[in-house]
């Protein structure tokens, strides 16, 4: 019999690269998706939709207890709210909802199963530090978030680890740093530049938030197919996922402008209502525990990813 894994997110662009990878290794895949509006957008680009067996849950999660009797031998939750700009606002509480709630009743599921050997994995998110100034951050660094979402990705990260502890569940999460790939909602920045680009209408100017940010930005496809092989490991560990290096917005910007042959300076325009009050201003990664026990660490790097989205890759 094939094994199963369930996605919580399935068609967000870590859900569906995800998915993609286990049935190219002969998994079963179900999913679950929150959407309303064109949800399998992603997967039908993959060409999977028809593949893959899909929930659809908002927040019926009483609906959850009876979809985990399916045996699952992998759970990624991938899934809630992901803005870190809504969450400061309209979307505050369904941030928390979507990401505490389900969690909970996967976890105590989890525990009341009888010779369960089923494995959790959890996306946290490197807002759970907040500002560190020019510190390397790493599994064991100071958690500080500066935002609602990074606060529910925090809660969601001792949630996990006080399982794990105190229950002896193979539970565990991966603190990702940015990652895009072009299966992005337009509201991310690489997709809103591309996309920008891609359509040609210069005679407006680009709005464009604070260029001084620095961030580590990563490959959903590559990071999906990393997590794949953490999977496999016997330690039930956390782990930071991120590429060695960090850059400035204002690099990513000139460079996607600088492929066109297009001066950025005179197709942007910086508006002040795109600034966050509680803006981090720099992270960095430090990803030696990844590299030390998976053996393995990101390659790809910003200027691979500017690539992939000019030349619309998958």
């Known amino acids: 019999m094939k094994n199963k894994i369930l996605i919580f997110g399935i068609t967000g662009q870590d859900g569906s690269y995800l998915a993609n990878i286990y049935l190219k290794n002969n998994f079963v895949v179900h999913g679950i998706s929150r959407k309303k509006n064109n949800w399998d957008k992603n997967l039908k680009l993959l060409m999977i939709e028809k593949r893959i067996k899909i929930f659809k849950i908002n927040h019926q999660f009483n609906k959850i207890k009876k979809i985990l009797k399916n045996n699952y031998k992998y759970i990624f939750f991938l899934g809630g709210q992901s803005s870190v700009i809504k969450s400061y606002s309209e979307l505050e509480y369904e941030t928390y909802i979507s990401q505490i709630?389900?969690?909970?009743?996967?976890?105590e599921q989890l525990r009341n199963q009888k010779k369960n050997n089923t494995k959790l994995l959890f996306s946290s998110s490197s807002e759970i530090y907040g500002e560190q100034k020019n510190k390397k951050l790493?599994?064991?660094?100071?958690k500080q978030p500066q935002s609602p979402y990074g606060l529910s990705k925090l809660?969601?990260?001792?949630l996990i680890k006080s399982y794990r502890e105190m229950f002896n569940?193979?539970?565990f999460s991966i603190i990702f740093f940015n990652h895009e790939s072009i299966l992005r909602n337009d509201n991310f920045i690489f997709k809103k530049i591309s996309n920008y680009i891609k359509e040609g209408n210069f005679s407006q100017k680009l709005q464009i938030g604070r260029l001084d940010v620095i961030r580590n930005w990563g490959s959903s496809e590559e990071y999906m197919n990393i997590l794949s092989q953490i999977m496999k490991n016997n330690k039930v560990e956390d782990y930071v996922l991120a590429t060695r290096n960090s850059t400035s917005l204002r690099d990513v910007v000139k460079l996607f402008f600088k492929k066109k042959g297009i001066n950025y300076k005179k197709?942007?325009?910086?508006n002040k209502n795109l600034?966050?009050?509680?803006e981090i201003k720099a992270n960095?990664?430090?990803v030696r525990k990844l590299k030390k026990l998976i053996k393995i660490y990101p390659k790809k790097n910003?200027?691979?990813?500017?690539?992939q989205f000019l030349n619309n890759e998958f």
């Open 101 to 107: 709630q389900p969690l909970k009743i996967i976890l």
């Open 138 to 142: 790493n599994e064991l660094s100071l």
């Open 155 to 158: 809660i969601g990260y001792e």
């Open 169 to 171: 569940i193979k539970c």
């Open 267 to 270: 197709k942007i325009k910086i």
């Open 275 to 278: 600034f966050r009050k509680y």
């Open 284 to 286: 960095y990664a430090d």
């Open 302 to 307: 910003y200027k691979d990813l500017v690539n």
